[in-house]
């Protein structure tokens, strides 16, 4: 089965500072990779998404991820961020072999301060 | 596209009442889900329907819930009886082939 891995609950980070959302994961098949937004009092919102070829990916935002097979790994950065910014977000994993279920992970807020 | 349609956007009832939740997908999307989120569990799938039908229902918490899709375009959550535990913000998403598009969800507070 597998399992994603959001490593830290809370990120405070200065405006216009760089910034790196660590994300986990565990399986034995090929995966799609997803990252999502949550502001506060709304729905989950599709930041970017790995499902194959490059392993860099480009979203909304500015934001950008990389998928690392060999570390199982699928970071979230974002090289200056805005007050803006400040929200939960989620990593998520789907299985080729599972249609479109998604495996959560954890979340981590994200606390972009002045 | 209107997005994932979610009705009300806020209940507040009293222990012991039946509460209904509505969805509405996105057009052309063949897949729902519904999704419970709390300060203490996080994001819980509870459901997950496939062409109307549930695939897997294994995060229902109890016999209280019950869920519907009686056809493409709609969906219902019921919760009966509801008790405080079960306030939370329930999400419905849809999808047609890789990520989930979710509703603004539907806050739900049980007295």
């Known amino acids: 089965a597998q399992s994603v891995t959001q490593l830290d609950s809370q990120v405070p980070v200065f405006e216009e500072a760089p910034v790196e959302l660590r994300c986990n994961y565990s399986?034995?098949?090929?995966?799609?990779l997803f990252w999502y937004v949550q502001y506060p009092n709304q729905g989950l919102q599709l930041l970017l998404k790995?499902?194959?070829?490059?392993?860099l990916v480009k979203g909304i935002n500015g934001f950008e991820a990389e998928f690392n097979k060999s570390q199982t790994s699928f970071h979230l950065r974002k090289p200056s961020v805005h007050i803006s910014d400040t929200a939960e977000y989620f990593c998520?994993?789907?299985?080729?072999?599972?249609?479109?279920?998604?495996?959560f992970g954890g979340g981590t807020r994200l606390m972009v301060k002045p | 596209d209107a997005g994932v349609i979610q009705s009300p956007r806020h209940e507040v009832t009293e222990m012991g009442q039946e509460v209904t939740l509505r969805c509405k997908p996105i057009?052309?999307?063949?897949?729902l889900f519904w999704y419970r989120q709390t300060m203490m569990r996080g994001l819980e799938l509870l459901i997950y329907?496939?062409?109307?039908?549930?695939?897997?229902d294994s995060g229902m918490p109890e016999d209280r819930f019950s869920a519907k899709m009686p056809n493409a375009s709609f969906s219902t959550l019921k919760i009966q009886p509801s008790e405080p535990r079960d306030s939370a913000v329930y999400f419905c998403?849809?999808?047609?082939?890789?990520?989930?598009?979710f509703g603004p969800g539907t806050r739900l507070t049980v007295t």
């Open positions: 998403a849809s999808s047609t082939q890789y990520e989930q598009y």
């Open positions: 399986s034995s098949v090929s995966v799609y």
């Open positions: 790995y499902l194959s070829g490059s392993t």
């Open positions: 998520a994993v789907s299985e080729g072999n599972a249609g479109n279920m998604l495996t």
């Open positions: 057009s052309g999307h063949n897949s």
């Open positions: 329907f496939n062409n109307n039908v549930p695939i897997d």
